[in-house]
């Protein structure tokens, strides 16, 4: 089982990113993929999800209107596209997977990719 984030890197505030989440090893159409974000010494917070079983997708307050996660069914990936980008999006972003309808809620998944780091200088 597998999941390789990539993409993450350094912008100026305003500017966009597109991160990807390679996985493999498990039943993609069957999981829920999503995009976490955490900054040391803070609680780890959900970003924005896609559940392939009903194709809906999820996103945090802090995000709406400013990402976008979309999939890739023939590889197997997920991206999360982030426009106008803010200091306070500086964080490492995971992506995660789990066997379920589309949640924001970390404690339910079970597999985690190592995190890319986003930051944004204003």
């Known amino acids: 089982v597998q999941l390789v984030e990539s993409g993450g890197r350094s912008v100026q505030a305003g500017g966009s990113l597109r991160l990807s989440c390679a996985t493999a090893g498990f039943d993609f159409d069957d999981y829920a993929v999503t995009w976490f974000r955490q900054v040391s010494g803070k609680e780890r917070e959900g970003v924005a999800c896609?559940?392939?079983?009903?194709?809906?997708?999820y996103y945090g307050d802090s995000v709406k209107g400013r990402f976008s996660v979309s999939t890739d069914r023939a590889k197997k990936t997920v991206y999360l596209q982030m426009n106008d980008l803010k200091p306070e999006d500086t964080a490492v972003y995971y992506c995660?997977?789990?066997?379920?309808?589309?949640?924001?809620?970390?404690?339910?998944?079970?597999?985690w990719g190592q995190g890319t780091q986003v930051t944004v200088s204003s």
């Open positions: 896609f559940s392939h079983r009903d194709y809906l997708r």
């Open positions: 995660a997977a789990y066997p379920g309808w589309g949640t924001l809620l970390w404690y339910e998944y079970d597999l």
